[in-house]
């Protein structure tokens, strides 16, 4: 069969199943991503150049949809191309949340088209006006918000099925579409984030971090309010005063992924270490910047309380991976993280509530023999769930059945 993945990012969400469908060696497999996109070995990647800002007579409600009519625009030339080229795929596997997927069905009227659904915006009961910290959305804002799910509207209208990686994030779409949306997650790598008890981190300072040490780890893509940094920060002072052997490795980049910018000429780390810096001893502070995978996974396995906390917003790898590398997780009691941490496989805290954070983090470093089976039942349920392996194949399974019946009606138009 042919397969056309479509990922601004490509492979991002689709690289175990790329890779394993391009690893089978009897389909053939090409992916369209933007110019920055990493792509794959064995698919052959056709990049566009992405358009950068709005056009400034777009109207403030449009203003997020016209960025992606124009995105799709290069898409569509990218997809043609192929297509000229003689290359018509079976199946095209797309992100629906750039504008990416509004040519495919032009482009492709035959092809089974699956959809990543991975989260819908609403004004109310997620991640918007969640923090009195941040903006606070009025009206306007909040139309314009609502016309950001353009895109993604069009593609569950477009699309033959969808699948999110979690059930609370298939829940935040419109109930009416739920039924054509399935629940695969992508699947982590449940062996390289795996328990070591020989592992190690070398810091910039030449101290080398073990097992048997205290070490308190937080993990973003970007340090900023989404992802709780500030109330990991303003926690910080009480643990490290209460446990004068702690350590803090902190991973992160310093620029922005989902929430406001920061005010200009200052990023969200330094503001938020400002803040907090009177209260800290800063040579058991290691902020580690974005690190190399290896790095990453090793700070997982020394870990003794890793911290993971996020708005009502799209679940982390880093949060499953912590799971595997069998971390005694403290996690915000938001809706995303309820679905994978428990009292059974981690201990959840408030989102504000700073003392609490404080005093379960403390707990998990002075108790640590206490938490040895929420380490072990969270590794565990990283490997009955969260497996590439097993989630691959669930979705070869899901997309080859489609494609199968589709064959044997002898049709794939819009709605089949």
């Known amino acids: 069969m042919n397969y056309l993945f479509v990922h601004n990012n490509f492979p991002a969400q689709f690289t175990h199943l790329a890779a394993d469908l391009a690893d089978e060696g009897k389909h053939v497999v090409k992916a369209i991503g933007a110019s920055t996109a990493p792509g794959l070995a064995k698919v052959e990647t056709r990049r566009y150049q992405a358009p950068v800002g709005h056009l400034p007579e777009a109207h403030p409600f449009a203003r997020h949809f016209e960025l992606e009519c124009r995105r799709a625009e290069q898409v569509m030339l990218t997809a043609a191309s192929f297509a000229a080229d003689g290359f018509v795929p079976d199946v095209v596997v797309a992100h629906c949340g750039w504008g990416e997927n509004l040519p495919l069905r032009a482009i492709f009227p035959q092809a089974r088209i699956v959809i990543y659904c991975e989260f ?144 200009q000429g200052t990023t969200w780390k330094n503001i938020y270490l400002q803040e907090n810096e009177m209260g800290l001893d800063m040579s058991r502070v290691h902020f580690l910047g974005r690190v190399p995978r290896e790095t990453y996974l090793a700070a997982l396995k020394v870990s003794t309380a890793h911290v993971y906390l996020t708005y009502p917003f799209v679940l982390s790898w880093s949060c499953l991976e912590a799971m595997s590398a069998g971390c005694a997780i403290v996690a915000s009691d938001t809706a995303p993280v309820r679905e994978v941490i428990t009292s059974e496989t981690g201990v959840l805290t408030p989102f504000f509530d700073v003392a609490a954070l404080s005093d379960r983090v403390v707990d998990v470093l002075s108790r640590r023999s206490k938490y040895d089976r929420l380490r072990a039942n969270a590794r565990q349920v990283a490997l009955a769930r969260f497996d590439r392996i097993q989630c691959t194949r669930q979705l070869k399974q899901l997309i080859s059945t489609n494609s199968r019946e589709l064959a044997s009606e002898g049709k794939r138009g819009v709605g089949d």
Request: hydrophobic share 40%.
């Open 120 to 263: 819908f915006f609403r004004a109310v009961g997620q991640d918007v006006n969640f923090d009195p910290e941040g903006p606070i959305r009025g009206a306007d804002a909040i139309v314009a918000l609502q016309c950001r799910n353009a895109s993604t509207l069009i593609a569950l209208a477009d699309a033959d099925i969808g699948v999110s990686p979690t059930k609370w994030q298939r829940s935040t779409y419109p109930e009416e579409y739920r039924g054509k949306i399935r629940v695969v997650h992508e699947g982590i790598d449940v062996e390289a984030a795996k328990p070591d008890a020989s592992a190690s981190l070398k810091l910039s300072n030449g101290r080398i971090l073990r097992k048997a040490d205290e070490v308190v780890t937080f993990v973003a893509r970007n340090l900023e309010q989404p992802r709780g940094y500030h109330m990991f920060m303003r926690a910080l002072p009480q643990i490290l005063s209460r446990r004068p052997d702690a350590q803090a490795l902190i991973i992160g980049g310093d620029e922005t992924s989902y929430g406001p910018p920061p005010p």
